[in-house]
């Protein structure tokens, strides 16, 4: 009985040994254009970056200058896949820049969408924590 419980903690162990050494893998990704095609297929590749790299995947999606709109409640064609997106854990970042230059209602941010001060310097910052980066 002793044996058959030390050989099952060391099981557990190592099981949580193996979780502790996955990297978890950081991606930021930058959306910086209006059209909607391009935001179904960033979406799209956020959604298969889930897929084929697993839990320990953090994602942030920063929209700035012509990318806002997909965060704006009314004019974005994303908001059911943005929801799904984001209760899955991924984040989802507006550009105060944008949003004060372009005089956009901080209210119509979609819910799930947090701010940051400025988008491109979200992205550097990022970039230089050592996530990976895209551009759409």
Same mark, same amino acid.
């Given at each position: 009985?002793? /044996? %058959?419980?030390?050989s ?9 040994a193996?979780?502790?050494q996955q990297?978890?893998?950081?991606v ?8 909607t095609?391009? !935001?179904?297929g960033a979406l ?5 970056l889930?897929t084929?790299?697993g839990a ?24 059911a ?16 820049? %944008?949003?004060?230059?372009? /005089? ?9 969408a947090?701010t940051?001060?400025?988008g ?5 910052? /990022?970039?230089?924590?050592? !996530?990976a980066y895209?551009?759409?």
């Amino acid at each position: 009985m002793k /044996k %058959t419980i030390l050989s099952f903690l060391v099981f557990i162990s190592a099981v949580f040994a193996v979780q502790a050494q996955q990297p978890i893998h950081k991606v930021v990704i930058q959306l910086n254009t209006s059209d909607t095609l391009v !935001w179904h297929g960033a979406l799209k590749n956020i959604s298969n970056l889930q897929t084929a790299l697993g839990a320990n995947t953090q994602i942030e999606l920063v929209a700035h200058g012509s990318g806002i709109s997909i965060l704006v409640d009314g004019k974005t064609t994303q908001k059911a896949k943005i929801t799904e997106l984001a209760a899955s854990g991924v984040l989802f970042k507006a550009c105060e820049n %944008t949003i004060r230059e372009r /005089k956009i209602d901080r209210a119509s941010i979609l819910s799930q969408a947090g701010t940051v001060p400025s988008g491109v310097a979200e992205v550097v910052l /990022k970039q230089e924590a050592g !996530w990976a980066y895209l551009k759409y």
